[in-house]
C-alpha cells in the first residue's frame, strides 16, 4: 500500500465526518464537516497500491465492524484494500 484516504462516519461521533488519510508509517485523522440532515451517513476509504492482498484487507475490514458499523480502533488500525478496482490516471 502506497497511501489510503478516506471520509468516515464513526460511531463515536455521528454529526461529524472524519478525514483520514496516511502512507504505511503514518496516519492523519481529523474532524471535517457535519453530514447534512438527509445525508446517507457512511464510511468510504481508497486505497492506492500494487498487489494489494484483497482477502486480508476485507478480513481486517470485518472484524472492524461493531453492530454494523465501523468501530473507531478497527477503522484506525490497519485497514486495506484491493486497488485494482480503482480506476488509474492516463
Do not use: C
Not at 478516506?6 to 453530514?35: C, F, R, S, T, Y
Not at 457512511?42 to 492506492?48: H, K, P, Q, W
Amino acid at each position: 500500500m502506497l497511501r489510503y484516504k478516506g471520509l468516515l462516519h464513526l460511531k463515536d461521533n455521528a454529526d461529524q465526518v472524519i478525514l483520514q488519510q496516511g502512507v504505511p508509517a503514518l496516519m492523519h485523522a481529523e474532524p471535517g464537516p457535519h453530514w447534512v440532515a438527509d445525508e446517507e451517513r457512511t464510511s468510504v476509504l481508497a486505497f492506492i497500491g500494487r498487489d494489494l492482498p484483497r482477502d486480508s484487507f476485507e478480513q481486517v475490514l470485518e472484524s472492524s465492524l461493531v453492530m454494523g458499523r465501523p468501530s473507531r480502533a478497527g477503522m484506525l488500525s490497519s485497514i486495506r484494500r484491493d486497488a485494482s478496482s480503482v480506476p488509474r490516471a492516463t
